[in-house]
């Protein structure tokens, strides 16, 4: 694992959208595997821009969401199909057979989940995973307690996880307490990851992650394991880490 920690949030995600562009530049048929929240908005904004400037190209480009919420059809303006196409999506030539998500509208939620996990079997692996990271640790909808061999499934979202994203709903009552994700053992399958992670209230979930036990309470500790694994994270939300000489100050 190596550990970067950054100025703050504006620096992580410059130094990530150059990872991902280096790698697309490098190989333009990756698959990449696609994470969702606020971390990741300035990251789609380097990589659309970095488009704009025909410096990368999506046309070969496969792509893998890590979750949606069950019940939401993909066009409500919460659901986080909604979320890509606004920030990364309509603004690419990614073709749209290319792009993958699960289907929180589906009848049969296990076959869903079944459809999800041949299609990454088939298509996979992921060549670059990006990935945020929950207040309690959770990585895609991973809650604790989740299992380090966790595939596709259905999983309950944990009370601080409802509470972190009341904010994305504009109406509270909408939001879903059942998800899609990809499970813990999909997301240690790719290639390479890169988790990304800011401010002071993310600060007890990244020393967890980091220095903690490898422990199935805390999801995102699986990742030590990991053998191509980047960190980066902000002063605030590295302020806990106390093996301060292991890790890279940018
Ligand atoms: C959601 C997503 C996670 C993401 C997390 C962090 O819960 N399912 O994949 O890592 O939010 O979000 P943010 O980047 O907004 O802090």
Known sequence: MEVFIVKDAAEGAWFVAQKVIQLLVGRPQVILGLATGETQKPVYEQLVQSYLKKTISFAEVTTFNLDEYVGLPSDHPSSYRSFMEAHLFSHVDLPPLQRHGLNGMAIDLLAESERYEN???SKGPIDL???GLGRNAHIGFNEPGSSFESRTRVEFLAKSTRLDNQ??????????????TVGVGNILEAQQIILAAYGKNKARAVVQMIEGPRTEEVPASALQGHPNLVVVVDQSAAHELKKRELYRLC
């Open 167 to 180: 904010k994305h709903f504009a109406n509270p009552e909408e939001m879903p307490t059942r998800v899609l």
């Open 129 to 131: 995973q990006l990935l």
């Open 119 to 121: 299609l990454l079997k």
